[in-house]
C-alpha cells in the first residue's frame, strides 16, 4: 500500500504466554503505592498500641477523661509528668487523650478502647466498669482519698445582670425560665445537677415530696439537653436558655481569661462532685506498668493538685484551695455519701424520682 500503517502503540504490560493475563504495570505501581501510604496511615494511628514499635525510649499512655478535663490535663498535668517522667528515667512518654460525656466514654470503655487510666465524672461509672468485667471493683478506692482526684460544686450561669433574679434552684421552677441541662442519660454531670436540685430542697425542707415537686418544676423549664456539660455550655453561650446548670469549673478559668460572658450564681446549697480515677490492668501494656503507676501517684501530688486548682477544680486538699481567689462561697456543701453513696442515689434519686416519675409528669 501507499500509505504506511502506524505502528501499534506499545502498552506497559508483559506477556505472560498463552492464556495469560496481560500486567498493567502502571496500575500496579499505583495500588502498591496506595498500599504503602494507607499502612503508613495505619501504622502512625495505632502504633501507640503494637509493642515494640516507637522504640523502648518512647512510652504513650493512654487517657480518657469526661467532657472538662481537657484543658487542665492538655495544658498542664501532662506536660508536667512527661518532664518529671524524663529527669528521673532519661525517657519520653507522651499520652493521648480523649474527652467527653462520662457515660459516653463509660460505654466506649466497655466497648473496648484501649484506655489505660480514665478519669469519670462520677463514680456510678466506675461501677459500670465493675459490672462489665473491665476492672475488678471496686478498685479505685484503694487510690488516694478513695480515688477521688479533685471536686467542684454545682451553681449555675445566668446571663448578664440576672434579669430573671435567679438566686436558688427553686428560682430555676418560676415561670417564664428557660432551663439548659445535661442529659442524665448520658452526662454524668447531668445526674450530678438532678441530685443538686433535689438534694437541696430536701435538706432545706426534710420532705421529700417538695425536694420531688421542686425538681419537677425545674425540669418543667428545660428547654435544651444537651449529651454533656461542656455540650450543654456551647448551647447556653450560643443563645438557649435563661441559665445553665454546670459545674463551677466551667467558668472559672474562662472568666478570668474574659472569655466567659455570664453571671455566676451559687445557691445557699449544692453539692460537690467528686470526680474518681480507675486504672483498667486489662489494658496496660506490657512495659507500660511503671509509667501508669508513677502517672497516676502524679495526680495527687501537691503540684498536680495545685495545676487543678488553678484550673478551677476544688482540690481534695483544702488548704491548697486558697490559691483560688475566685471559689465562691456555700454556705451548705453536701456530697454523694449524704444519700449514701451513688448506687443508692442513683437508685432513688436519678432513676425513682427523675426517670421514673418526673419525665413521665413533665410528658418526656
Known amino acids: 500500500m501507499g500509505v504506511d500503517e502506524p505502528a501499534p502503540r506499545r502498552r506497559s ?18 495500588r502498591a503505592a496506595l498500599a504503602v501510604v494507607t499502612l503508613a496511615l495505619l501504622s502512625y494511628v495505632v502504633w501507640p498500641w503494637l509493642p515494640g514499635l516507637g522504640g523502648p525510649q518512647v512510652r504513650t499512655v493512654v487517657v480518657y477523661g469526661f467532657s472538662i478535663l481537657g484543658e487542665a490535663m ?11 517522667w524524663r529527669q528521673q528515667t532519661g525517657e519520653r512518654v507522651e499520652f493521648i487523650l480523649s474527652v467527653g460525656a462520662s457515660g459516653t466514654i463509660t460505654n466506649l470503655m466497655i466497648l473496648g478502647v484501649p484506655a489505660e487510666v480514665a478519669i469519670l465524672s462520677l463514680e456510678l461509672d466506675a461501677w459500670r466498669l465493675v459490672d462489665a468485667g473491665v476492672i475488678p471493683g471496686p478498685s479505685w478506692q484503694e487510690l488516694p482519698h478513695g480515688g477521688v482526684l479533685n471536686r467542684t460544686p454545682f451553681i449555675m450561669f445566668a446571663r448578664p445582670g440576672n ?8 428560682d430555676l421552677a418560676a415561670p417564664g425560665v428557660g432551663v439548659v441541662h445535661p442529659d442524665p442519660l448520658t452526662s454524668g454531670g447531668a445526674q450530678w445537677a438532678v441530685v443538686a436540685a433535689y438534694g437541696a430542697a430536701l435538706r432545706e425542707t426534710g420532705d421529700p415530696e417538695l425536694a420531688h415537686a421542686q425538681l419537677l418544676g425545674v425540669w418543667q423549664n428545660v428547654v435544651a439537653q444537651a449529651s454533656s456539660a461542656r455540650a450543654a455550655r456551647t448551647q447556653f ?47 496496660i501494656r506490657p512495659g507500660n506498668r511503671e509509667v501508669v503507676r508513677a502517672f497516676v501517684e ?13 484550673h478551677g477544680f476544688r482540690s481534695v486538699y483544702e488548704e491548697l484551695n486558697v490559691e483560688n481567689p475566685h471559689f ?4 451548705d456543701g453536701f456530697v454523694i455519701a449524704d444519700f449514701g453513696g451513688w448506687q443508692r442515689a442513683k437508685e432513688e434519686i436519678v432513676d425513682g424520682i427523675w426517670r421514673d416519675r418526673v419525665l413521665a409528669e413533665v410528658g418526656r
Open 13 to 30: 504490560c508483559l506477556r505472560l504466554g498463552r492464556g495469560a493475563r496481560l500486567l498493567n504495570w502502571p496500575l500496579i505501581a499505583k
Open 74 to 84: 492538655n495544658e498542664d498535668v501532662f506536660p508536667a509528668f512527661e518532664l518529671l
Open 163 to 170: 434579669p430573671k433574679g435567679i438566686r436558688s434552684f427553686a
Open 237 to 283: 453561650e450560643t443563645g438557649f436558655g435563661d441559665v445553665l446548670i454546670t459545674y463551677e469549673q466551667e467558668a472559672l478559668r474562662d472568666l478570668a481569661r474574659g472569655r466567659l460572658n455570664v453571671e455566676l450564681v451559687y445557691p445557699r446549697g449544692t453539692i460537690l462532685s467528686e470526680h474518681p480515677v480507675v486504672v483498667l490492668e486489662r489494658n
Open 298 to 310: 502524679f495526680l495527687w501530688s501537691e503540684e498536680a493538685q495545685r495545676m487543678f486548682v488553678a
Open 328 to 331: 465562691g462561697y456555700i454556705e
